[in-house]
Nanobody, 122 residues
Framework: QVQLVESGGGLVQAGGSLRLSCAASGSPFTMDVMAWFRQAPGKEREFVAAISWNGDSTYYGDSVKDRFTISRDNVKNTVYLQMNRLRPEDTAVYYC???????????????WGQGTQVTVSS
């Protein structure tokens, strides 16, 4: 059983930055692909970024490429999402998720955090 707890969300002006954290417990953290998804009001949950178990491979959604960076610290069992040059359209609840192998499909992830709200004002 994996437990995921996100933190770091908040209100920021357009062009600003935030760093989200996701602390994991309850399973061998180093064996999991870790991912971030987001869901805006009235929209479906969408893939944001993912990172391989050793951090060597990263993957990004087109809308965040070159602005967001995913990283992980396997000693602290934590994955991060550094978000730069934020835009109002980045406003959403951001969720951390985990599974053994990479997929971009929301339905394939069995473990989710509770989410953290990110609001970007114009």
């Amino acid at each position: 059983q994996v437990q995921l707890v996100e933190s770091g969300g908040g209100l920021v002006q357009a062009g600003g930055s935030l760093r989200l954290s996701c602390a994991a417990s309850g399973s061998p953290f180093t064996m999991d692909v870790m991912a971030w998804f987001r869901q805006a009001p009235g929209k479906e949950r969408e893939f944001v970024a993912a990172i391989s178990w050793n951090g060597d491979s990263t993957y990004y959604g087109d809308s965040v490429k070159d602005r967001f960076t995913i990283s992980r610290d396997n000693v602290k069992n934590t994955v991060y999402l550094q978000m730069n040059r934020l835009r109002p359209e980045d406003t959403a609840v951001y969720y951390c998720a985990a599974r053994p192998l990479l997929t971009y499909s929301v339905a394939e992830y069995g473990y989710w955090g509770q989410g953290t709200q990110v609001t970007v004002s114009s």
